[in-house]
């Protein structure tokens, strides 16, 4: 039976790389019995960020950039069937092979909620969790960034202490870990490391998930200064 292998960020280690990974070497990881999850869905940004998804599973009190930016929908229960059909039917198209999904908004949930919606939205099939975690306070300096760089966030906005993308709950790894440790085996991905041994962070990312080091023409787009 098909596994979902769920990637899912933190911020800043190098998920848009891997995601972009996923596009190239698509063919690639189909032979390996892994199908990369791509959204084409009304309503998305089609390509292999399932942010859509995420969301659509994400509690609905949560403040994010994309619902700020209004580039998702509201969850609904609605939306939450309507994404378990049209994810069953991308895993009857998979014929067998383990999906992989990759979005930084799984790694905000936190509640039983989510775990629900979860086991609805992947008709309770097993779920394999790959996290990387960076440095701590690199972690914060670039997601502070990010947020400087959002049009939807004011600077007013990231001085006032109560703001909802700085709070500290969106740190909070003990709060990752045991949350995805209840849905499967939590797989971490030590960024810093994978950065110090190979350069980039795709290589400890695939092993994380029982592959072999990715084809030797790949290119990484993580070597760029973005990725730090």
């Known amino acids: 039976m ?9 911020h800043k280690t190098g998920s848009t ?20 999850y791509f959204e084409a869905r009304a309503g998305a940004a089609p390509g292999p960020n399932a942010a859509l ?16 930016g209004g580039f998702v ?37 936190r509640t039983g909620r989510e775990q629900r919606a ?8 097993a779920i394999v969790p790959v996290v990387a975690f960076r440095e701590d306070s690199a972690w914060r300096r670039s997601w502070r960034a990010q947020m400087a760089r959002n049009p939807h966030v004011s600077a007013a906005d990231l001085a006032d202490p109560a703001c909802p993308l700085l709070a500290e ?11 995805w440790q209840c849905v499967g085996p939590l797989v971490e991905v030590d960024y810093d490391a ?26 990484w787009a993580n070597r760029s200064p973005q990725a730090a």
């Not at 098909?2 to 933190?10: E, K, S």
């Not at 979860?118 to 099939?125: V, W, Y």
């Not at 709950?169 to 949350?179: C, E, G, K, P, V």
């Not at 190979?198 to 080091?213: E, F, K, M, S, T």
């Open 73 to 109: 929908p509201a969850p609904s229960w609605r939306r939450l069937r309507a994404t378990a059909r049209h994810l069953r039917a991308i895993l009857a198209a998979a014929g067998g092979r383990d999906l992989l999904i990759s979005a930084e908004a799984f790694d905000f949930f």
């Open 194 to 219: 994978a950065l110090a041994a190979d350069g980039d962070v795709i290589p400890a990312l695939l092993a994380a998930i029982g592959l072999p080091p990715p084809p030797a023409a790949a290119i």
């Open 2 to 10: 098909a596994r979902i292998i769920i990637h899912l960020g933190t």
């Open 169 to 179: 709950w969106w740190f909070d790894r003990a709060a990752i870990r045991q949350f």
């Open 118 to 125: 979860l086991r609805i939205a992947f008709d309770g099939l």
């Open 53 to 68: 998804v995420a969301h659509d599973l994400l509690r609905a009190e949560v403040v994010t950039s994309a619902r700020l």
């Open 17 to 36: 790389s891997f995601q972009q990974f996923m596009v190239e070497q698509a063919e690639w990881l189909r032979a390996l019995g892994i199908e990369p």
